[in-house]
C-alpha cells in the first residue's frame, strides 16, 4: 500500500529558530502534498497544498512567509516553520494524493520553548 | 465541498458492531463520502469511500442512503484498538480533504 513518512516525529527547538519537517512519498509519485496543523483537542486544519515544482497556495489566515513550502520533487515536501514561538508549537501532519487517494505521515510534534 | 454533521462521541463495547453516523445533507451528485481515523497522536487512516453503492472492505461496511444524504460507516466487531476518532469527510474528485469535528469513538471492555 502506499505509504509517506514524516520526519521528525518529535522536535523540541528554541524560540526564534526555524524547523523543517520532510514529508516522503515512499512507494508512489505525489503531484499534490497537503500540510495540516492540529492542535490539542482539536480536529486537523489544513495549511497549504503543496503542488510539486510549482508555488504552494495557502489557506486563508496561515502566513505564508512564517509556513515555507517546498516540492521539489514528486516524492518530497517540506515544511519549514520559520522563526518559530511557543504558539507554533503544535501536531505537523502531511499527507500525498496518489493514484489510490490520500495518505497520511505520521505526524510531527513540534514544541517550540 | 459539502458540510458533514457527526455526533460528538459514541460508545460501544467491545465485540459489538459500531455504527456511526454522518450527515451531508447538500452532499452534490460527483462527490464522494470518505472515512478517515485518527488514533490518539498518529496521522489519520484511511478506512474506506464511496459515491453511491454500499462498500466493504477488511475493515468496514459503508452504507450510503438512497438521497445520499447520509451514511454510516460500520465497524462489524469493534475491539479496544478501534477507539479513535473518526471523520466523515465529502468529497469531489481531488479536491482537498477537509477535516470537521468528527465522531469519537470509545469502545469498552
Known amino acids: 500500500g502506499a505509504v509517506v513518512s514524516q520526519h521528525p516525529s518529535r522536535v523540541i527547538c528554541k524560540s526564534g529558530t526555524s524547523v523543517k519537517i520532510e514529508c516522503r512519498s515512499l512507494?508512489?509519485?505525489?503531484?499534490?502534498m497537503f500540510w495540516y496543523r492540529q492542535f490539542p483537542k482539536q480536529s486537523l486544519m489544513l495549511m497549504a497544498t503543496?503542488?510539486?515544482?510549482?508555488?504552494?497556495?495557502?489557506e486563508q489566515g496561515v502566513e505564508k512567509d512564517k509556513f515555507l513550502i517546498n516540492h521539489a520533487s514528486l516524492t518530497l515536501s517540506t515544511l519549514t516553520v520559520t522563526s518559530a514561538h511557543p504558539e507554533d508549537s503544535s501536531f505537523y501532519i502531511c499527507?500525498?494524493?496518489?493514484?489510490?487517494?490520500?495518505?497520511f505521515g505520521s505526524g510531527t510534534r513540534l514544541t517550540v520553548v | 465541498d459539502a458540510k458533514t454533521t457527526q455526533p460528538p462521541s459514541m460508545d460501544c463495547a467491545e465485540g459489538r458492531a459500531a455504527n456511526l453516523p454522518c450527515n451531508h445533507s447538500t452532499i452534490s451528485g460527483n462527490e464522494y463520502v470518505y472515512w478517515y481515523r485518527q488514533i490518539h497522536s498518529q496521522g489519520p487512516q484511511y478506512i474506506i469511500h464511496g459515491l453511491k453503492n454500499n462498500e466493504t472492505n477488511e475493515m468496514a461496511s459503508l452504507i450510503i442512503t438512497e438521497d445520499r444524504k447520509s451514511s454510516t460507516l460500520i465497524l462489524p466487531h469493534a475491539t479496544l484498538r478501534d477507539t479513535a476518532v473518526y471523520y466523515c469527510?465529502?468529497?469531489?474528485?481531488?479536491?482537498?480533504?477537509?477535516f470537521g469535528t468528527g465522531t469519537r469513538l470509545q469502545v469498552f471492555p
Open positions: 503543496s503542488n510539486e515544482g510549482s508555488k504552494a497556495t495557502y
Open positions: 469527510i465529502v468529497i469531489y474528485n481531488t479536491d482537498k480533504l477537509i
Open positions: 499527507s500525498a494524493r496518489g493514484e489510490h487517494g490520500y495518505t
Open positions: 512507494d508512489f509519485q505525489a503531484t499534490t
